[in-house]
Every structure is written in C-alpha cells, then in structure tokens.
C-alpha cells in the first residue's frame, strides 16, 4: 500500500510543477485567477495546517480551494486525487483559512489557489564539524490565531520528529551555537541542520546619553535605546494599559522603527510570512550578561532576526524578552540608520528594589 501512494504523492508533486508556471498569473474572460500555495499563504490569514491521518507518511498533499471576495473559503477539491482519509484531513484545515487578497487593485476579488501541506518531517541537527547537538528545541507553527506551535527536543544523536512543521522551522539551542530558522520545502520529508557558534546580541549597561542623542525607554529604567538626532525624530507613544510604543522616523523619507515597551508588549519572534518572503534572513540570540539585572545569571534573552526582501527593503525583529524593536519594508539606507539604534540596546537596573 504504501510504495503506492508514495508514488502516487510524486506524481501529484510533479503535476504541481507542472502547473506552478501558470499559478498567480492573470487569467482572461470570466475564469478566476489562481494563486500557487507560496502566493496563498503571504495572504492567508488564519492558516491551519493538516494533520495526516495515522499510518500515512505523505511528505506532502495538496488540495484546490476556491474563494469567495470575503476571503471565506467556498469550496475544497480533491483535484490530485489525495486518498480519502487524507483528502478529509486536508480539506477539513482548508475551510478554517481566511484571505485578504485584491489582485493588486484595491477591491477585494475571488479567486482559487493550491493549498500545499506537510506531512511530519525528520531531521538532524549538528555543529558544523558534524557532532551532533542534543537538547536543540525544533519549533513550528501549524495554527494562527491564537497560535498553536509543535515543539521537540532533539536526542542524544541530534535527531527529531515533528509532526506539525508548518512554513518556517525554529531551531533554538540552549546556548553556544546560533538559533536558525528554515523555510520548509514542501517536497522534503528529512532536514539536516548544521548550527554556527554563537554570536550575539550583548545587552549592556547604560551609560550616560553622547551630546546629540535621544534615548527612548519606558521610564528610568529596563530597556532603553539611543537616537542619534540628526538621522532621526523621536514620537513618544501613549501608555496602553500595559504597553508603550515609541515611534522613530528616518529624517529622510517615510520610513520607521517601532520600540515596544511593557512585560507582554511584543512577539518573540516574527510572523512566519517576514521569511517566507524574503530573499535572505538571519537570526541570533540576544544575550544578558549576569548581575545586570539583580539575582540574574544572564543568558539568552531574546532572538533577534531580520532579512532582505525581493524589492531590496529590509526588516528586522529584534525581541529582548517581551520588549523590542521592529520595522518593515525600510530602505537599506534608512535600514542602517535603525540598526544602529536597535544594537544600542542597554539596560538600567531599577536600584529601588
């Protein structure tokens, strides 16, 4: 049974290549345009990924989802003849998407799309030199909203399961070797990771503010940064409940860097669609030195990651503990500008205590 459907899932893989030069392109008379399963998910909104049922191992299955103008999914079909049980799980996480999607012309339009899903992956993670690295933890996300993420530990070989990977694939080692994330190719069933040491982001001490430059932080103390005032404007944001955020503006051009700060005000790490989209991206640990917040022995903290788009714009994510810095879509020369301000990161103890 199963050198069956392994084969008959390659045959679906390769139909899909086939096809994937006329997915997303504009199509003519009434027939509605179809986007490929990268174009669907930049404009998913609430993503759910399929569960194989037991005893099948698919690395991957794919179904056809037509859409409504309201982003609500209409219909799913089973156009690569998936078996049925396997058919069933996909179709039943296809109807919980949701779309924004407008063609590029403001008003909202139907369409369909390949839905791609990924069956459990295995892998192995090592060091470069090949050792294999135990107790990395692999994390993916496989529901939004709230979001849902399978996490496991590698073994004493390096070696892991995971049932859920999802898009993107989070490998987050306890210390010494750089975190990495990784786009999942749908076709693969085995990844192998090779980690870097480790080279990170230091939170440090504050020192007093340079002549010249703005520091922007919640109060007198934790998580401060600093502006230099002849690159950028300061706009202070207003306490939200819990949470403030410090708008930074490029004097040249509209661009931006938000500073998040509060216990809970910012994700951990970003949303899987900022790799998905990029052409290149990294990540790294931010990393607390002991004592300098009292009691502490220091320790990664944090991850900081950001990445190159296809339009040549930037991002970046940085997040020390639930606090941060994040912009989007910012030219490279504004993009500096920021870096500097968000490597600056310091942190005042609070001695009241």
């Known amino acids: 049974m199963f050198p069956r459907m392994v084969l008959g899932l390659s045959l679906v ?8 030069v006329s997915l ?17 998910r930049k404009v998913a909104r609430n993503p759910v990924e399929a569960t194989a049922p037991p005893g099948l191992s698919p690395s991957e299955f794919s179904v056809r989802i037509s859409v409504g103008a309201d982003g609500e999914v209409r219909d799913v079909s089973n156009a690569y003849s998936l078996p049925e049980a396997l058919f069933a799980a996909a179709a039943d996480a296809a109807r919980h998407w949701y779309f924004r999607y407008n063609g590029g012309r403001g008003k909202p339009k139907a369409f369909e799309a390949e839905i791609t899903f990924h069956g459990p992956l295995t892998g192995t993670v ?13 994390s993916g ?13 590698t073994d004493e070989s390096g070696s892991f399961r995971i049932e859920h990977p999802g898009t993107v694939l989070h490998f987050l080692p306890s210390g010494r070797f750089q975190p990495q994330a990784i786009v999942v190719d749908p076709q693969a069933s085995t990844l192998n990771v090779a980690l870097a040491p480790e080279s990170s982001l230091l939170l440090s001490p504050c020192s007093t503010p340079q002549p010249g430059f703005e520091r922007v932080g919640e109060g007198e103390y934790g998580l401060q940064f600093d502006v230099p005032q002849r690159d950028a404007r300061v706009f202070r944001g207003k306490e939200d409940v819990d949470y403030v955020v410090d708008i930074v503006k490029a004097k040249h051009g509209d661009d931006r860097v938000e500073f998040w700060f ?6 951990p790490t970003p949303d899987d669609s900022q790799f998905v989209e990029s052409e290149t991206f990294a990540t790294r640990n931010v990393v607390m030195p002991p004592n300098l917040v009292e009691g502490s022995n220091g320790g990664v903290i944090g991850g900081d990651n950001w990445g190159r788009l296809p339009n040549g714009k930037m991002w970046r994510h940085a ?28 942190w005042i103890p609070d001695r009241r205590r």
Do not use: H
Not at 13 to 20: C, D, E, G, P, T
Not at 29 to 38: E, Y
Not at 126 to 138: M, R, S
């Open 262 to 267: 509060g216990p809970y005000a910012m994700s």
């Open 24 to 40: 997303g392109q504009p199509t003519t008379g009434n027939a509605p345009t179809v986007l490929s399963n990268n174009e669907a």
């Open 126 to 138: 090592t060091t470069k030199d090949g050792v294999p690295l135990e107790g990395v933890k692999v």
């Open 319 to 346: 997040a020390i503990g639930l606090e941060g810095a994040r912009y989007e879509d910012v030219s490279p020369e504004n993009a500096a500008v920021f870096d500097r301000i968000i490597n600056s990161a310091c």
């Open 141 to 153: 996300g496989w529901i939004c909203c709230p979001s849902q993420r399978d996490t496991v530990t």
């Open 13 to 20: 893989a390769a139909s899909l290549a086939l096809a994937a």
